[in-house]
């Protein structure tokens, strides 16, 4: 079964700093890949997925994100962070018809 | 609105007590799940139907006793739990389950908060 691995469990910047999230997978074969946000009290939300196609995927709230098949990563990067982004951000990976996800990063942005 | 709907929000019980937690979906979706939300650790998968069959049963205790009616409700019972099984519980949907190739995004509820004391 894959795995999914997230580093930097907790990542404290401030507005108007760059952020990347790392996330490596570990399953060999096709792969959709997804970051969900969830926000303080709210509900898991989808940010953006990858299926096939550009590896450089664009999401709502200016994030992206980049699948590098030989490096089995997707990392997640927003250029310029806002306040409003402090959340918890999971990286989720199907693959042979099982998704398994991340542990999270906390991310915390100081205005 | 997330078109998956979790009722309680929020659940106190005692480790004698019997409840249930419901999750309703709105979106036309044939696949439902139970996942485990616990701190610092990864989402878990617990249960997983499709076209209201049991397909995945991950290792879950027999205290989480999972039920579904039809394709748009989804129940987890609970009985005689105990104190780590605290989390916050998430249903989720898709159109899809199964197939190496099913281009299917899972879409969550709000979850419900459990604590058991």
């Known amino acids: 079964a894959q795995s999914v691995s997230q580093h930097n469990h907790h990542v404290i910047l401030s507005e108007a700093a760059s952020l990347e999230l790392g996330c490596n997978y570990s399953?060999?074969?096709?792969?959709?890949l997804f970051w969900y946000v969830q926000y303080p009290g709210q509900h898991l939300q989808l940010l953006l997925k990858?299926?096939?196609?550009?590896?450089l995927v664009k999401g709502i709230k200016g994030f992206e994100a980049e699948f590098i098949k030989s490096k089995f990563s997707f990392n997640l990067r927003k250029p310029s962070v806002q306040w409003s982004d402090t959340a918890e951000y999971f990286c989720?990976?199907?693959?042979?018809?099982?998704?398994?996800f991340g542990k999270g990063n906390q991310v915390v942005v100081i205005p | 609105e997330t078109g998956v709907t979790q009722t309680p929000r929020h659940l106190v019980m005692g480790m004698t007590n019997k409840k249930s937690l419901k999750c309703e979906q709105h979106?036309?979706?044939?696949?439902m799940y139970w996942y485990k939300q616990s701190a610092k650790k990864p989402l878990e998968l617990m249960f997983v139907?499709?076209?209201?069959?049991?397909?995945e049963n991950n290792s879950v205790p027999s205290r989480f006793s999972p039920e579904c009616p039809n394709s748009s409700h989804l129940f987890l019972h609970l009985h005689t739990l105990q104190p780590e099984d605290s989390a916050l519980y998430l249903c989720?949907?898709?159109?899809?389950?199964?197939?190496?190739?099913?281009?299917?995004?899972?879409?969550f509820g709000e979850g419900s908060w459990l604590t058991v004391v």
């Open positions: 989720a949907s898709s159109q899809g389950a199964t197939g190496g190739t099913t281009r299917n995004t899972i879409y």
């Open positions: 399953y060999g074969g096709t792969v959709n």
């Open positions: 990858y299926f096939s196609g550009d590896p």
């Open positions: 989720a990976v199907r693959g042979n018809n099982r998704l398994a």
């Open positions: 979106l036309g979706h044939n696949a």
């Open positions: 139907y499709s076209l209201e069959e049991r397909v």
